[in-house]
């Protein structure tokens, strides 16, 4: 697939200039996804999420992103399957963007940027007691990637999208009930990347197993703009700045194997 006009590859936007790898760490992310050095691996099952709206409790800003919050205190909002040995409990979702629509996820397909990044985290509910402990572990969490484009309006997102100005600010919260993540998930889960990475925020821990969905969604031009309304900055700082390209430099494979679940 030729690139289309005006469309920002990984090399040429000047945040890509970091350090390429992480201080100590030999399994991190985010990563570039080579397609043709992916290997298709035919033992790996359809992903099964099975989530309750009913566990939804708030939004947090963070100061890196907004992150939607699940009471994980039992085992009613799931993933198991895909890649995954082990049943996961959902604890939050967030996203990361850019400040334009040229660039903003984390991920890239063969250099190929995507305005924004969704990511769904789940940590292992059979091997820890709960999120804080599992962050720490190699096999603790699994996070679901799925890329945004800029196309139609999403209307399950716009509920999430209308009450973003209300934690405007970091360290805001508030209320957020009754959200069904399941509707931010691409109506194909069967075809994904999967691989051994890290988190992308401090504590940087090499515990997630990534599963990067092929399909991306379609969110529209005026719904990512409420994204950049939000703020890095809390309200008593004296200079605001926009909550906008919250994405990690890319890290290096190091020799890992991205596995497809698709030929
Ligand atoms: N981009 S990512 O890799 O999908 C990603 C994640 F996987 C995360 F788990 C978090 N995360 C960070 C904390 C604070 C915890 C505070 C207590 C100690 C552990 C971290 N909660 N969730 C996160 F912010 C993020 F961006
Ligand atoms: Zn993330």
Redesign the pocket.
């Known amino acids: 697939r030729m690139q289309e006009a005006g469309e920002y590859t990984m090399k040429m936007h000047p945040m890509w200039q970091g350090p390429l790898v992480a201080p100590g760490g030999n399994r991190q992310?985010?990563i570039d996804i080579r397609v043709r050095k992916s290997v298709f691996d035919p033992h790996l099952k359809p992903l099964t999420p099975d989530y309750d709206p009913r566990t939804c409790s708030q939004i947090w800003n963070?100061g890196?992103?907004f992150?939607v919050e699940y009471d994980d205190t039992t085992d009613k909002s799931t993933l198991k399957g895909g890649p995954l040995e082990d049943n996961f409990r959902l604890?939050?979702f967030?996203f990361?963007w850019g400040e334009s629509n040229a660039w903003g996820s984390?991920h890239t397909v063969d250099r190929r940027l995507f305005p924004a990044e969704l990511?769904?985290?789940h940590?292992n509910s059979d091997k820890y007691s709960r999120?804080?402990e599992a962050?720490?572990e190699e096999n603790g969490?699994a996070?679901i990637?799925v890329f945004l484009k800029i196309g139609k309006r999403h209307e399950g997102l716009q509920k999430l999208v209308d009450v973003l100005p209300a934690v405007r600010h970091k360290d805001s919260v508030v209320e957020f009930t009754r959200f069904d993540p399941a509707c931010l998930l691409p109506t194909n889960i069967d075809d994904y990347w999967t691989y051994a990475?890290?988190?992308?925020?401090?504590?940087l821990?090499e515990?997630?197993t990534w599963i990067i969905m092929k399909q991306h969604i379609e969110v529209s031009h005026d719904q990512l703009a409420v994204f950049r309304s939000l703020l890095f900055t809390s309200a008593e700082e004296e200079v605001q700045k926009s909550m906008v390209n919250n994405f990690?430099v890319q890290q290096s494979l190091q020799g890992r194997t991205v596995r497809s679940s698709f030929t």
């Open positions: 992310s985010p963070n890196y992103s992150l604890c939050q967030h990361h984390e990511h769904m985290v940590w999120f804080e962050v720490m969490l996070v990637g990475g890290s988190l992308t925020t401090p504590p821990t515990a997630v990690r």
